[in-house]
């Protein structure tokens, strides 16, 4: 399997026999390790089947523009989470909410809720279990009242107590790692991490702040999961799991 980050919270992942793109909403001009305009170029010719997800519809995780892509490959398959309106008929659409449950040719997708809007994926592809948290995370700020915090870690346990009951042991994990929250970025990944024991676990939703990755590499060094760093968009991960 090969994983390449385009920016923010998107990925790009090549399978054997499938193409997967997470939360894709712009790219970035960086072409160090690959050019994003031709790796999409030649997913479309390929044989490979793609697979777009959209966790929901915050404009930096979903682009009208990903609609397009099926008049360029027929074999083009879209999970969108239910909150992102679609004003047009569209061929290969799967609109989801948590809860949901859906096998799509060689994928088996199973959804799960969000601490802001829409959902999170996880999906089992070639013995493979990934999952995205789109915008699931647990959202500290500083400036909550004891009340707000009380309820957003009720809410980010509960989900993440649903995605440990389903018993899939998860070998790749996207999940935010956000400097916005000051000292409380850590609260949310690291939970997942001591919870779910993922095999890898890719930091997102950092925008241009690449350190805040070091930074968590370090702060949960004692753990077995593996944190990959990322230094810059449009680069290429590869992982042997």
């Not at 969000?114 to 647990?138: C, K, M, P, R, Y």
């Amino acid at each position: 399997m090969k994983i390449r980050y385009i920016y923010h919270s998107c990925f790009f992942i090549e399978t054997a026999n499938s193409f997967l793109i997470f939360d894709y909403f712009k790219h970035r001009s960086d072409n160090r390790d690959f050019d994003f305009e031709k790796l999409l170029k030649d997913a479309f010719i390929s044989p490979k089947p793609l697979y777009v997800f959209s966790s929901h519809s915050h404009q930096d995780h979903f682009n009208y523009d990903i609609l397009t892509w099926i008049n360029k490959k027929p074999d083009t398959y879209y999970i969108l989470s239910s909150d992102i309106k679609i004003y047009n008929r569209l061929n290969n659409l799967y609109l989801v909410r948590p809860g949901d449950q859906l096998t799509l040719k060689d994928i088996r997708l199973n959804i799960f809720g969000s601490t802001d809007l829409g959902v999170s994926f996880l999906v089992n592809i070639e013995g493979l279990n990934i999952f995205h948290a789109g915008d699931l995370n647990w959202w500290k700020w500083p400036d909550d009242t004891p009340d707000e915090e009380k309820l957003m870690e009720d809410a980010f346990k509960r989900i993440v107590s649903d995605v440990a009951n389903h018993g899939a042991d998860i070998d790749l994990a996207f999940f935010p790692v956000d400097r916005r929250l000051e000292y409380n970025y850590l609260c949310g990944g690291q939970y997942f991490i001591e919870e779910l024991k993922p095999k890898l676990f890719v930091p997102m939703h950092f925008w241009d702040d690449y350190k805040v990755i070091s930074d968590f590499q370090k702060a949960t060094a004692g753990h077995s999961t593996k944190v990959i760093e990322i230094s810059h968009p449009n680069q290429t991960l590869y992982a042997n799991i």
